[in-house]
Structures are given as C-alpha cells and as structure tokens.
C-alpha cells in the first residue's frame, strides 16, 4: 500500500478515521518528542494516535512494522508541511468544502441531548393522555405597540375576573373572545394533545388541574386564559369512512331524508363503499368509497370527531348525525392505539426539534454555554429593545459582547428583520441564544479536544488531496510524454500472457447448449443459430466477442488453448458455455492504450517516490533514538 492511501487519497479518510477512539499508550505521562522537522517538533502521541488509527487497514505486513509505518509517517508530514507552504488552505474551493465539513461534524455538539430527552418524554406521556379545554383569546400582533399590548392585557385581565367570579366560562368567551371560532363553540377546543396546538398553550393546559382556570399568559397570537374540563387517556387514532349529504338550500328535510334512506340501505346489508360512491357529496372521499386517511381527535369538525371515535368495533357505523354543513353516516375501518415509547421516541426527537420546542433546547444550550464565555449586555438599551423604544439609538451601540466579539444595534436590527410573528423581547432573546451558539460553534476548538483533534485531522486529509492532485495526478493525467516514456523504459512490466480471440455462446439449458455447439461444428452464424435456437421472445442463446487471457477468470479451468469449437463446459447456476477459438495470439508487449490505468496509475506513484525523496532532501529530519525505542516496546 502506498503512502497515499494511508494519508491522503481520500478527503474522507481522516473524518473517518476521527471517529474512532484513540489509544494514548502514554496516558496523561510527558509526551516526548519522536523527531523534528526544520527543528520543529513532532510529538510521540501524535504518531501514536496515527498509527493505531490506521494499522488495521494496512494490507502490506511490511508497513505495520514501526519502522517502516515511521517512514510513511515522515512523508505524510513532510507532504503536509508543503501543503501549507503553497497555502492551499486558503484557497476558495478548499474553505468551502473544509467549511461544509465543519458544520457536518459540529452538528451533534448542538443536540443538547439532555434537554431534548425531557422534552420528548413530556411530549410522550402528553400524547398518552389528553386535555380537554376551553379558552379566551384577546388578540395583540407580536410588534404591536405597548399601548395596543397593554389594551389587549386588559381586555384579557376583564375577563379572568369575571371568570374565576363564577360566571360561566362559556358565557365569558361569548362576550371577550376574539377567536373567531367562539361562536360556534363558545370557546371549547374539545379534547388535544402534544404537537396540536402551540407549545406554550399545550403546556399551560397540561399544567393547569381539573376544573381551574389559568392566569393569563401570552402567545404570538396574543393573550389567553382557558379553563381545564378533564383529562382522559388518548383513544390513538382512527380510520374511518364517510357517507356525507350536505344541506340543500331552501329544503331543509331533503339531506336528512336521503340520509335516512342511506342509513335504512346498510342495515339491509348493502355496500358502505357502494353508496358513498354513489350518493356521498364529500367527492375526494367518494371516490375512495368514503375512505378518509387516519386521523388522531381534534382533527376533524365537531360532532364528526367525537362520534368517530365513539365507535368500538372495526367495521361498525354511526346512526345519521348532523353538523353545520349537512348529515353523515360514518363507518370505523380501523383503531391505531397509541404506540410504545420506543415505537415513536425517534418521531417525537424529530418533532421536538422542528416545532417551536427547538427554541427551549436552543436557549437550554446557550445557557450552559453562558458559563464558559464572558457575557456582557447593555441593560439600558435591552431594556428599551424589551419595550420597542430604541429606535433613537445610535445604530452602532452594543448592545451584547461575548469575550472579544461586540455585537450592535445595527446587527440586531438585521436580524430582526428576518424573524416574523414574534415580538421584540423574543426575538432579542432568540437573537442573544443564537449568537452564543455561533460563538460557541467559531471557537469550539479552543473548548472541545476531541473536536479541534478531529477537524485538524480532516483538514490535513484534505489539504493532502488538494496537494497530491496539484503536484502528482493531474500532472501524470496531463504529460504524455512523461507517460510515454516512463512506459517505454518500464516495458517488461507490461506484457500479455497468451491469449485466444472467442466468442463464446451462453445456453442455460444443456439440449439447447448441445443444439448451439452442433450448428456451430457446421458453420452456421451466430445470427442463423440464434433464428434457430430462440422461440421469439423467450431467448435461450445469447452470444458475445472477446480477448481473452491464459487463466482468465472468465475462461473454464480445464479450458484447452487450440483453434475451433469448445466442448460444452458446465457453470455456476445451470449455465452452460461454448467457445469457438477463433485465434491464439502469443505472449509479448503491451500497447500503451491497452493498459493506460495500470501505467497511469504506476506513473503516479513513480512521480510521488521521486518527489518525496526531494522533500527529504530539502528538509532536516532528526529521530530522537530514545524515544523510538521506547516507543517499539510499548507497541510490541
């Protein structure tokens, strides 16, 4: 195996091999220097990490040796010292590739798995039970003005007293709400669960007790108070079909007696699937006789939700019911009762990190993070962004400094911009969160080892490839003449063994192979024997050309090297070949064309051999002999 295939032919290797853990035979005990370069130092550890990383992919024996493992390991550094002195990490297509690199291997450094544990497991025994409430909403537009914000409080607060006063809430969302569903269900939400309804009201529902009402709390709708009926273990979810006959303007008795005569059909045992076809005005359903995709409480209109779930058994069906828009028969095809932790834990990880749950994990990690960094803020001028009045400000004021790193009003302000639905306490909050996240994310080298050893080592794997493209691939793709040349004096390498120009026919029944060998004895063509043999579609010979070498995998091991027609030989699966010896060409050289992969590919090699031995010459390289030694016996 050649140097570099252990160091640098893929950009990949060395993000792979970073993943494995490192065996530090020296443990916590002075690092020694193994040997410098220009006088540099080349630490004993750090050799050690390398070469435990890659013994167990080394082919050649040879190379596992410390020695020899210690040569390739000079050259690496010797290559990687090059690297950095044509600065090819500055380069615009290395920065980008690094960085997108980076942010990968970043990623689960951001997880904040502890948090998102809890909240997955909240989120698990919320969607094992569910709530049933009703609310009061005063709308208030997240950038709304204080005075309008403080109306809408008001207006909310009103109503709190009168409800906690013992009027009924009901008559209370009558008179306060502004959800424009109140008067059609004065207020109640029927019965939900996790991820149904924004995360701030789901929680204050599940920690509000039977019976109570909540204080009033604030959403990016606006403000709420709602009041907890029950709670009741969630029924899952459901499959059902759906026969619909909606109102007919000016007859008010037609829907509910075709409904009746629909519903008097099903109990002489007619099709539930044949009349939604036939009479159920809910086309997209009708279609599919009256087939609806599965569908957990709270998803569909009242009475349709409760009445679905209501249904014990798979295959029975509702008496004719009314809602608003017209009369229904529905028909329960299947339950789906609530699965297992373990069944749904990777559905709800995903679902937590991608509703508005996020932003506690985010702000939960920026919180941990805080105690690490040196975090300054401008309280007066926070204060105001809290209030929307710092429009004033000069734009270039900090507002928030991270150890060196100072961020302005004019920073906040183009943040702001692409934030929408929240108001400016939470998008500064968010704003603050996220740059020390960022911060964390630019430095996580200075505060994580196992990252900074990680990324260094990509970085070198990478800088590597650039390198060995610029100075040896493309410049063995490219010269010709060098190619031509290293071929020529290289000539004994390449040469062909005997070989015989076939075409070989392919049966995979033995009386048709018998057919096929016969009419090739009597000199038909392929063409005539295929016209012969085959039964229009059904093929049962097939046919192809080529030059083929002595031992050739592809030639039959007790294949006889003479012109003419073959025995039948038997293979693997039932198939059966003839070969037809057109030609025996002798042993002798290669032409260039014939075997360019294998001279390009050795052409290259040669030219990374004679330049390494360059950058030995330019290079002073000094083994500390000591510790070498030292080294051998702890790794035999």
């Given amino acids: 195996m050649k140097l570099r295939n252990l160091f640098s032919a893929d950009k990949n290797l060395f993000f792979l091999l970073g993943l494995f853990s490192v065996l530090n035979i020296f443990g916590q005990k002075k690092d020694p220097v193994l040997l410098t370069i220009d006088d540099k130092p080349v630490y004993t550890s750090e050799f050690i990490n390398v070469y435990n990383k890659n013994k167990e992919i080394i082919i050649d024996d040879q190379q596992k040796d410390v020695d020899a493992y210690l040569d390739l390991f000079i050259d690496f550094k010797l290559k990687l010292l090059q690297a950095y002195k044509l600065k090819l990490d500055t380069t615009k297509n290395f920065k980008q590739e690094y960085y997108k690199y980076r942010e990968q291997l970043i990623s689960p450094f951001l997880k904040n798995p502890e948090e998102t544990e809890i ?124 026969i619909f006959i909606k109102n007919k303007p000016g007859d008010s008795a037609y829907a509910k007696s075709l409904i009746n005569d629909i519903y008097s059909k099903l109990k002489q045992k007619e099709d539930f699937a044949y009349l939604a076809k036939k009479y159920s005005d809910d086309k ?58 373990e069944e749904l834990e990777n559905e709800l990880q995903y679902k937590v990190r991608n509703n508005n749950r996020s932003v506690i994990i985010k702000r939960s990690l920026a919180e941990k993070l805080s105690s690490e960094f040196k975090i300054t803020e401008n309280k007066p001028i926070v204060e105001q962004i809290y209030k929307n009045e710092y429009s004033t400000t000069d734009p270039k004021t900090i507002i928030l400094s991270i150890e060196d790193q100072n961020y302005s009003i004019q920073d906040f302000e183009f943040y702001k911009k692409t934030i929408h639905n929240k108001s400016t306490r939470e998008i500064y909050k968010d704003y603050k969160t996220d740059k020390i996240i960022e911060y964390y994310k630019d430095h996580l080298e200075d505060y994580n080892k196992d990252f900074a050893k990680t990324i260094q080592e990509y970085k070198d794997g990478l800088l590597l490839f650039d390198l060995l493209q610029k100075k040896i691939w493309k410049k063995a793709e490219t010269d010709s003449i060098g190619l031509e040349q290293y071929f020529s004096k290289n000539i004994d390498q390449y040469q062909w063994n005997r070989r015989v120009r076939t075409t070989t026919a392919s049966c995979t029944q033995k009386e048709k192979a018998e057919k096929v060998r ?42 006889i090297f003479e012109k003419g027609i073959s025995k ?33 590919n050795d052409y290259q090699n040669y030219l990374e051999k004679e330049w390494v031995t360059q950058l030995r010459k330019e290079h002073e390289v000094t083994i500390n002999k000591k510790a070498l030694k030292k080294l051998k016996k702890n790794l035999n």
């Fill in 119 to 242: 909240l997955v497991r909240q989120a698990y025994k919320r969607t094992q039970n569910q709530v049933n409430v009703s609310h009061i909403l005063t709308l208030v537009k997240p950038d709304a003005s204080p005075a309008d914000t403080l109306k809408a409080y008001k207006k909310i607060e009103s109503a709190y007293n009168k409800a906690i006063s013992g009027i009924p809430f009901a008559e209370v969302a009558l008179e306060y709400s502004e959800d424009q569903s109140v008067k059609m269900n004065k207020g109640n939400l029927g019965y939900f669960s996790a991820f149904q309804m924004t995360y701030p009201f789901e929680n204050v529902a599940y920690k509000t007790a039977k019976g109570e009402i909540s204080k009033p709390f604030r959403t990016r709708f606006g403000y709420h108070i709602l009041k907890v009926h029950d709670f009741r273990p969630s029924p899952g979810e459901v499959e059902i079909a759906l």
């Fill in 518 to 559: 016969q009419l090739m004895i009597e000199g038909k063509s392929t063409e005539e024997i295929k016209e012969l043999v085959n039964e229009g579609a059904t093929i049962h010979v097939i046919f192809h050309e080529s030059i083929l070498e002595e031992k050739s995998s592809k030639l039959p091991k007790d294949f």
């Fill in 284 to 341: 997209s359903s009708a279609a599919k006789g009256g087939a609806l995709p599965r569908f957990g409480t709270g998803k569909l209109i009242q009475p349709l939700d409760s009445m679905a779930f209501a249904l014990k058994n798979e295959g029975d069906y509702s008496i004719p019911f009314e809602s608003d828009y017209g009369w229904h028969i529905i028909k329960l095809v299947k339950k789906y009762p609530v699965k297992s932790f």
């Fill in 568 to 600: 039948i030989y038997q293979g693997e699966k039932g198939h059966y070949t003839i070969i037809n010896v057109e030609e025996i060409l002798p042993a002798g050289p290669k032409q260039l064309k014939e075997t360019k992969g294998q001279v390009l």
